[in-house]
Protein backbone atom coordinates (compact mmCIF):
# COMPACT_ATOMS: atom_id res chain seq x y z
CA UNK A 1 0.00 0.00 0.00
CA UNK A 2 2.99 2.63 -0.68
CA UNK A 3 2.65 3.25 -3.94
CA UNK A 4 1.00 6.45 -3.79
CA UNK A 5 2.68 9.68 -3.94
CA UNK A 6 3.35 11.41 -0.75
CA UNK A 7 4.91 14.87 0.66
CA UNK A 8 5.37 16.12 3.88
CA UNK A 9 2.43 14.96 6.49
CA UNK A 10 -0.41 17.07 7.16
CA UNK A 11 1.04 20.12 4.78
CA UNK A 12 0.30 21.62 1.99
CA UNK A 13 2.23 23.09 -1.75
CA UNK A 14 2.87 26.91 -1.10
CA UNK A 15 0.79 29.23 -3.24
CA UNK A 16 -1.70 26.23 -3.39
CA UNK A 17 -2.03 26.86 0.52
CA UNK A 18 -2.92 30.57 -0.05
CA UNK A 19 -5.16 29.53 -2.97
CA UNK A 20 -7.17 27.13 -0.94
CA UNK A 21 -8.04 29.60 2.04
CA UNK A 22 -8.79 32.24 -0.49
CA UNK A 23 -11.65 29.75 -2.03
CA UNK A 24 -12.64 28.71 1.42
CA UNK A 25 -13.40 32.55 2.63
CA UNK A 26 -14.88 33.72 -0.45
CA UNK A 27 -16.73 30.91 -1.44
CA UNK A 28 -17.03 28.03 0.69
CA UNK A 29 -17.50 29.10 4.00
CA UNK A 30 -20.27 32.20 3.36
CA UNK A 31 -22.43 28.48 1.55
CA UNK A 32 -21.71 26.36 3.81
CA UNK A 33 -24.64 26.39 6.22
CA UNK A 34 -27.13 26.50 3.05
CA UNK A 35 -25.39 23.86 1.39
CA UNK A 36 -26.47 21.85 4.87
CA UNK A 37 -29.76 23.42 4.92
CA UNK A 38 -30.91 22.60 1.59
CA UNK A 39 -28.87 19.88 0.78
CA UNK A 40 -27.53 21.35 -2.52
CA UNK A 41 -24.66 20.08 -4.20
CA UNK A 42 -21.66 22.84 -3.43
CA UNK A 43 -21.39 23.79 -6.92
CA UNK A 44 -19.48 27.08 -6.67
CA UNK A 45 -17.22 25.98 -4.33
CA UNK A 46 -15.97 22.80 -6.26
CA UNK A 47 -15.62 24.99 -9.26
CA UNK A 48 -13.62 27.92 -7.36
CA UNK A 49 -11.54 24.86 -6.31
CA UNK A 50 -11.02 24.07 -10.12
CA UNK A 51 -10.04 27.54 -11.09
CA UNK A 52 -7.68 27.63 -8.48
CA UNK A 53 -5.82 24.28 -9.35
CA UNK A 54 -6.54 22.49 -6.25
CA UNK A 55 -8.68 19.83 -7.98
CA UNK A 56 -5.38 19.85 -10.00
CA UNK A 57 -3.63 19.01 -7.41
CA UNK A 58 -2.15 15.80 -7.48
CA UNK A 59 -1.76 15.37 -11.08
CA UNK A 60 1.74 15.34 -12.57
CA UNK A 61 3.76 17.73 -13.98
CA UNK A 62 4.02 15.37 -17.56
CA UNK A 63 0.26 16.38 -17.90
CA UNK A 64 -0.03 19.96 -16.40
CA UNK A 65 -0.26 19.30 -13.16
CA UNK A 66 2.08 20.40 -9.93
CA UNK A 67 2.56 16.87 -8.80
CA UNK A 68 1.62 17.52 -5.20
CA UNK A 69 1.55 14.16 -3.00
CA UNK A 70 -1.01 12.53 -0.60
CA UNK A 71 0.27 15.27 2.13
CA UNK A 72 -0.85 17.90 0.49
CA UNK A 73 -4.47 16.66 -0.61
CA UNK A 74 -4.70 15.48 2.95
CA UNK A 75 -3.78 19.03 3.84
CA UNK A 76 -6.47 20.31 1.48
CA UNK A 77 -9.62 17.94 2.53
CA UNK A 78 -8.74 18.66 6.28
CA UNK A 79 -9.13 22.18 5.73
CA UNK A 80 -12.12 21.84 4.12
CA UNK A 81 -13.95 19.63 6.03
CA UNK A 82 -13.93 21.87 8.82
CA UNK A 83 -15.93 24.43 7.21
CA UNK A 84 -18.09 22.20 4.33
CA UNK A 85 -18.32 18.65 4.88
CA UNK A 86 -19.92 18.18 1.85
CA UNK A 87 -17.56 19.91 -0.19
CA UNK A 88 -14.53 17.63 1.59
CA UNK A 89 -16.43 15.10 0.37
CA UNK A 90 -16.60 15.73 -3.03
CA UNK A 91 -13.00 16.49 -3.27
CA UNK A 92 -11.93 13.55 -0.98
CA UNK A 93 -13.62 11.32 -4.08
CA UNK A 94 -12.05 13.20 -6.52
CA UNK A 95 -8.60 12.60 -5.29
CA UNK A 96 -9.08 8.91 -4.69
CA UNK A 97 -10.60 8.50 -8.23
CA UNK A 98 -7.48 11.13 -9.55
CA UNK A 99 -5.22 8.23 -8.22
CA UNK A 100 -6.17 5.08 -10.06
CA UNK A 101 -6.24 7.44 -13.17
CA UNK A 102 -2.73 8.82 -13.05
CA UNK A 103 -1.47 5.30 -12.63
CA UNK A 104 -3.24 3.50 -15.22
CA UNK A 105 -5.67 6.09 -17.13
CA UNK A 106 -5.67 7.53 -20.60
CA UNK A 107 -3.15 10.99 -21.47
CA UNK A 108 -6.29 13.00 -22.46
CA UNK A 109 -8.46 11.80 -19.26
CA UNK A 110 -4.96 13.37 -17.41
CA UNK A 111 -4.32 16.48 -18.89
CA UNK A 112 -8.40 17.78 -18.41
CA UNK A 113 -7.96 16.57 -14.88
CA UNK A 114 -4.88 18.59 -14.39
CA UNK A 115 -6.71 21.15 -16.45
CA UNK A 116 -8.68 21.65 -12.96
CA UNK A 117 -12.09 21.75 -14.82
CA UNK A 118 -12.90 18.00 -14.80
CA UNK A 119 -14.72 16.22 -11.96
CA UNK A 120 -14.13 12.88 -11.12
CA UNK A 121 -15.15 10.38 -8.31
CA UNK A 122 -15.95 6.41 -7.48
CA UNK A 123 -18.46 4.66 -8.10
CA UNK A 124 -18.25 1.03 -6.61
CA UNK A 125 -20.59 0.34 -3.68
CA UNK A 126 -23.50 -1.66 -5.60
CA UNK A 127 -26.77 -2.12 -3.88
CA UNK A 128 -26.63 -6.17 -4.01
CA UNK A 129 -23.04 -6.01 -2.28
CA UNK A 130 -23.39 -2.91 -0.25
CA UNK A 131 -20.70 -1.67 1.47
CA UNK A 132 -18.82 -4.61 0.50
CA UNK A 133 -17.00 -2.70 -2.33
CA UNK A 134 -14.16 -5.57 -3.18
CA UNK A 135 -17.73 -7.37 -4.55
CA UNK A 136 -19.19 -5.55 -7.60
CA UNK A 137 -22.05 -7.49 -8.69
CA UNK A 138 -22.75 -5.27 -11.56
CA UNK A 139 -21.36 -7.02 -15.22
CA UNK A 140 -19.75 -5.85 -17.77
CA UNK A 141 -19.64 -7.72 -21.37
CA UNK A 142 -17.77 -7.48 -24.35
CA UNK A 143 -19.33 -6.72 -27.50
CA UNK A 144 -17.02 -6.42 -30.49
CA UNK A 145 -14.85 -3.29 -29.95
CA UNK A 146 -17.14 -2.35 -27.02
CA UNK A 147 -18.28 -3.06 -23.20
CA UNK A 148 -21.72 -3.07 -22.11
CA UNK A 149 -21.83 -2.34 -18.44
CA UNK A 150 -25.24 -3.35 -16.12
CA UNK A 151 -24.92 -2.91 -12.37
CA UNK A 152 -27.00 -0.79 -9.63
CA UNK A 153 -24.68 1.87 -7.97
CA UNK A 154 -25.64 2.05 -4.47
CA UNK A 155 -23.52 5.45 -3.19
CA UNK A 156 -22.04 7.77 -5.78
CA UNK A 157 -20.35 11.32 -4.17
CA UNK A 158 -21.34 13.89 -7.07
CA UNK A 159 -23.43 11.42 -9.10
CA UNK A 160 -24.29 13.31 -11.87
CA UNK A 161 -21.76 16.20 -11.56
CA UNK A 162 -18.81 14.36 -11.73
CA UNK A 163 -17.81 14.25 -15.32
CA UNK A 164 -16.19 10.81 -14.97
CA UNK A 165 -16.89 7.92 -13.06
CA UNK A 166 -13.91 5.24 -11.79
CA UNK A 167 -16.47 2.20 -12.36
CA UNK A 168 -15.86 -1.46 -10.82
CA UNK A 169 -17.55 -4.21 -12.44
CA UNK A 170 -16.89 -8.11 -12.59
CA UNK A 171 -14.40 -9.00 -14.75
CA UNK A 172 -14.88 -9.54 -18.53
CA UNK A 173 -13.49 -13.13 -18.65
CA UNK A 174 -10.54 -13.14 -16.75
CA UNK A 175 -9.48 -14.51 -13.49
CA UNK A 176 -10.02 -12.10 -10.05
CA UNK A 177 -12.60 -10.14 -8.42
CA UNK A 178 -13.17 -6.78 -10.09
CA UNK A 179 -11.88 -4.47 -12.96
CA UNK A 180 -11.87 -0.63 -13.44
CA UNK A 181 -13.70 1.50 -15.99
CA UNK A 182 -13.58 4.95 -16.69
CA UNK A 183 -17.01 6.10 -17.47
CA UNK A 184 -18.34 9.38 -18.61
CA UNK A 185 -21.43 10.61 -16.59
CA UNK A 186 -23.40 11.44 -19.51
CA UNK A 187 -23.11 8.26 -21.42
CA UNK A 188 -26.50 6.74 -22.45
CA UNK A 189 -28.02 4.46 -19.83
CA UNK A 190 -26.76 5.64 -17.42
CA UNK A 191 -29.86 7.18 -14.48
CA UNK A 192 -28.92 9.08 -11.52
CA UNK A 193 -31.50 8.26 -8.97
CA UNK A 194 -31.65 11.17 -5.92
CA UNK A 195 -31.86 13.58 -4.50
CA UNK A 196 -30.00 12.79 -1.61
CA UNK A 197 -31.45 13.44 1.53
CA UNK A 198 -29.30 12.31 4.47
CA UNK A 199 -28.34 13.14 7.92
CA UNK A 200 -24.97 14.84 7.25
CA UNK A 201 -23.17 15.85 4.00
CA UNK A 202 -26.09 16.62 2.60
CA UNK A 203 -24.40 18.41 -0.47
CA UNK A 204 -22.14 15.77 -1.45
CA UNK A 205 -24.93 14.19 -3.90
CA UNK A 206 -24.53 10.84 -2.70
CA UNK A 207 -26.83 9.00 -4.80
CA UNK A 208 -27.71 5.71 -6.52
CA UNK A 209 -26.87 5.32 -10.26
CA UNK A 210 -28.62 2.82 -12.51
CA UNK A 211 -26.55 1.69 -15.52
CA UNK A 212 -28.52 -0.26 -18.13
CA UNK A 213 -26.35 -1.22 -21.57
CA UNK A 214 -23.97 1.65 -21.12
CA UNK A 215 -21.53 1.18 -23.86
CA UNK A 216 -18.07 2.48 -23.38
CA UNK A 217 -14.82 0.93 -25.85
CA UNK A 218 -12.59 -1.39 -24.37
CA UNK A 219 -10.07 1.35 -23.97
CA UNK A 220 -11.65 2.65 -21.35
CA UNK A 221 -10.30 -0.04 -18.98
CA UNK A 222 -8.29 0.96 -15.97
CA UNK A 223 -5.36 -1.71 -15.48
CA UNK A 224 -5.80 -5.52 -17.00
CA UNK A 225 -9.12 -7.45 -16.80
CA UNK A 226 -9.33 -8.76 -12.89
CA UNK A 227 -6.89 -6.86 -11.78
CA UNK A 228 -9.13 -4.00 -10.03
CA UNK A 229 -9.01 -5.29 -6.67
CA UNK A 230 -5.25 -5.34 -6.60
CA UNK A 231 -5.46 -1.32 -8.39
CA UNK A 232 -7.49 -1.13 -4.99
CA UNK A 233 -5.70 -2.12 -2.56
CA UNK A 234 -2.36 -0.71 -3.65
CA UNK A 235 -3.68 2.56 -5.11
CA UNK A 236 -7.24 3.51 -4.39
CA UNK A 237 -7.73 2.80 -0.90
CA UNK A 238 -4.90 4.39 0.65
CA UNK A 239 -5.56 7.54 -0.58
CA UNK A 240 -9.19 6.79 0.36
CA UNK A 241 -8.36 5.85 3.80
CA UNK A 242 -5.93 8.55 4.64
CA UNK A 243 -7.90 11.72 3.18
CA UNK A 244 -11.07 9.81 4.71
CA UNK A 245 -8.88 10.37 7.98
CA UNK A 246 -8.21 13.63 7.34
CA UNK A 247 -11.99 14.53 6.55
CA UNK A 248 -12.30 13.23 10.14
CA UNK A 249 -9.45 15.09 11.53
CA UNK A 250 -10.89 18.39 10.04
CA UNK A 251 -13.85 17.96 11.81
CA UNK A 252 -12.90 17.89 14.82
CA UNK A 253 -10.20 20.81 14.74
CA UNK A 254 -13.47 22.75 13.56
CA UNK A 255 -15.62 21.06 16.39
CA UNK A 256 -13.37 22.14 19.19
CA UNK A 257 -12.42 25.66 18.01
CA UNK A 258 -16.03 26.26 18.41
CA UNK A 259 -16.23 24.53 21.73
CA UNK A 260 -13.40 26.91 22.93
CA UNK A 261 -14.83 29.58 21.68
CA UNK A 262 -18.44 28.92 23.62
CA UNK A 263 -16.22 28.12 26.63
CA UNK A 264 -14.32 31.82 26.34
CA UNK A 265 -17.48 33.64 25.47
CA UNK A 266 -19.96 32.73 27.54
CA UNK A 267 -20.81 34.10 31.09
CA UNK A 268 -22.14 32.91 34.13
CA UNK A 269 -23.57 36.76 35.26
CA UNK A 270 -25.07 35.11 38.55
CA UNK A 271 -21.29 33.77 39.71
CA UNK A 272 -19.35 36.18 37.73
CA UNK A 273 -17.31 33.94 35.54
CA UNK A 274 -16.95 32.46 32.25
CA UNK A 275 -17.80 28.70 31.33
CA UNK A 276 -13.75 28.39 31.04
CA UNK A 277 -13.80 29.28 34.93
CA UNK A 278 -15.26 25.70 35.71
CA UNK A 279 -13.25 22.82 36.19
CA UNK A 280 -15.82 20.48 34.86
CA UNK A 281 -15.78 22.27 31.69
CA UNK A 282 -12.03 22.62 31.64
CA UNK A 283 -11.45 18.51 32.41
CA UNK A 284 -14.01 17.95 29.29
CA UNK A 285 -12.46 20.23 26.91
CA UNK A 286 -9.52 18.80 27.79
CA UNK A 287 -10.23 15.32 27.24
CA UNK A 288 -11.60 16.56 23.32
CA UNK A 289 -8.53 18.18 22.66
CA UNK A 290 -6.46 15.25 23.61
CA UNK A 291 -8.81 12.80 21.62
CA UNK A 292 -8.24 15.37 18.36
CA UNK A 293 -4.86 15.70 18.76
CA UNK A 294 -4.13 11.50 19.11
CA UNK A 295 -6.03 11.01 15.75
CA UNK A 296 -3.93 13.91 14.45
CA UNK A 297 -0.68 12.87 15.63
CA UNK A 298 -1.95 9.06 13.83
CA UNK A 299 -2.86 10.54 10.54
CA UNK A 300 0.43 12.27 10.44
CA UNK A 301 2.27 9.11 11.85
CA UNK A 302 0.30 7.72 8.60
CA UNK A 303 1.46 9.99 6.06
CA UNK A 304 5.18 9.66 7.65
CA UNK A 305 5.38 6.11 7.26
CA UNK A 306 4.10 6.09 3.39
CA UNK A 307 6.67 8.36 2.63
CA UNK A 308 9.72 6.46 4.40
CA UNK A 309 8.17 3.26 3.25
CA UNK A 310 8.31 2.52 6.96
CA UNK A 311 7.31 -2.03 7.20
CA UNK A 312 4.78 -0.90 8.95
CA UNK A 313 2.90 1.66 6.27
CA UNK A 314 0.82 -0.58 5.39
CA UNK A 315 -0.89 -1.59 8.88
CA UNK A 316 -0.77 1.87 9.59
CA UNK A 317 -3.05 2.60 6.24
CA UNK A 318 -5.41 0.15 7.34
CA UNK A 319 -5.91 2.00 11.10
CA UNK A 320 -6.04 5.43 10.31
CA UNK A 321 -9.67 5.67 9.14
CA UNK A 322 -11.16 3.79 11.83
CA UNK A 323 -9.00 5.77 14.57
CA UNK A 324 -10.01 9.06 13.31
CA UNK A 325 -13.36 7.91 12.32
CA UNK A 326 -14.35 7.25 15.97
CA UNK A 327 -12.35 9.85 17.62
CA UNK A 328 -14.48 12.24 15.11
CA UNK A 329 -17.61 10.56 16.62
CA UNK A 330 -16.31 11.09 20.13
CA UNK A 331 -15.40 14.23 19.77
CA UNK A 332 -18.88 15.01 18.22
CA UNK A 333 -20.47 13.67 20.88
CA UNK A 334 -18.40 15.41 23.78
CA UNK A 335 -18.87 19.17 22.12
CA UNK A 336 -22.56 18.79 21.89
CA UNK A 337 -22.50 17.87 25.23
CA UNK A 338 -20.38 21.02 26.46
CA UNK A 339 -21.87 23.21 24.53
CA UNK A 340 -25.17 22.12 25.63
CA UNK A 341 -28.43 23.71 24.47
CA UNK A 342 -26.47 26.19 22.53
CA UNK A 343 -25.28 23.08 20.28
CA UNK A 344 -28.41 22.33 19.04
CA UNK A 345 -28.98 25.80 17.35
CA UNK A 346 -27.93 26.12 13.71
CA UNK A 347 -26.47 29.62 14.18
CA UNK A 348 -23.66 27.80 16.52
CA UNK A 349 -22.31 25.50 13.59
CA UNK A 350 -21.66 22.75 16.13
CA UNK A 351 -24.82 20.24 14.98
CA UNK A 352 -23.96 20.38 11.34
CA UNK A 353 -20.03 19.28 11.69
CA UNK A 354 -22.05 16.38 14.51
CA UNK A 355 -23.60 15.14 11.91
CA UNK A 356 -20.85 15.55 9.55
CA UNK A 357 -18.95 13.80 11.69
CA UNK A 358 -20.94 10.30 11.88
CA UNK A 359 -20.63 9.86 8.55
CA UNK A 360 -16.93 8.34 8.20
CA UNK A 361 -17.39 5.11 10.71
CA UNK A 362 -20.59 3.77 8.14
CA UNK A 363 -18.43 4.91 4.93
CA UNK A 364 -17.11 1.68 3.25
CA UNK A 365 -14.71 0.09 4.52
CA UNK A 366 -16.91 0.68 7.59
CA UNK A 367 -14.71 0.78 10.71
CA UNK A 368 -15.62 -3.23 11.67
CA UNK A 369 -14.14 -4.35 8.34
CA UNK A 370 -11.13 -2.39 8.36
CA UNK A 371 -10.69 -3.41 12.52
CA UNK A 372 -11.41 -7.59 10.76
CA UNK A 373 -8.34 -6.44 8.25
CA UNK A 374 -5.71 -5.10 10.72
CA UNK A 375 -6.49 -8.47 12.57
CA UNK A 376 -5.96 -10.11 9.81
CA UNK A 377 -3.26 -7.99 8.65
CA UNK A 378 -1.37 -8.66 12.17
CA UNK A 379 -2.68 -12.49 11.78
CA UNK A 380 -0.50 -12.96 8.72
CA UNK A 381 -4.21 -13.87 7.27
CA UNK A 382 -5.80 -12.61 3.90
CA UNK A 383 -6.68 -9.43 3.87
CA UNK A 384 -10.14 -10.26 2.04
CA UNK A 385 -11.39 -13.62 2.59
CA UNK A 386 -13.68 -13.64 5.02
CA UNK A 387 -13.93 -9.80 5.24
CA UNK A 388 -17.91 -9.84 5.35
CA UNK A 389 -18.06 -11.16 8.51
CA UNK A 390 -19.36 -8.57 10.87
CA UNK A 391 -19.54 -5.80 8.56
CA UNK A 392 -22.26 -3.31 9.19
CA UNK A 393 -24.64 -2.61 5.80
Same mark, same amino acid.
Given at each position: ??? *??????????????????????? *?????? /?????? =??????????????????? #???????????? $???????????????????? *???? !?????????????????????? &????? +??? @???????? !???????? /????????????????? +????????????????? &???????????????????????????????????????????????????? &????????????? #??????????????????????????????? !? $?????????????? @??? $???????????? !???? =??????????????????????? /? /????????????????????????????????????????????? @?????????????????????
Amino acid at each position: MSS *VSTAEPGTGTGDHVAALESVIDT *VIAPNA /AEVDRG =GTYPRAGIEALGKSGLLAL #TSAPEVGGPGAG $LGAAAHVVERLAGVCGSTAM *VVLM !HYAATSVIEAHGPEDLRRAIAG &GGHLT +TLA @FSEAGSRS !HFWAPVGT /ATAEGGMVRLRAQKSWV +TAAGEADTYVWSSRPLD &GPGAMTLWTVPSNAAGLTVQGPFDGLGLRGNASNPIAAEDVQIPVSAMLGGD &GSGMDIALHTILP #TFLVLNAAFSVGVMESLTDLALQHLTRTKLT !H $LGEILADQPVARAD @FAR $LRIRADEAKAFL !HDTL =GALQAERADAALRVLQVKAVAAE /A /ASEVADGVMRLCGGSAFRKELGVERRFRDALAARVMAPTTEALRD @FVARACLGRPLLDGARDGEGA
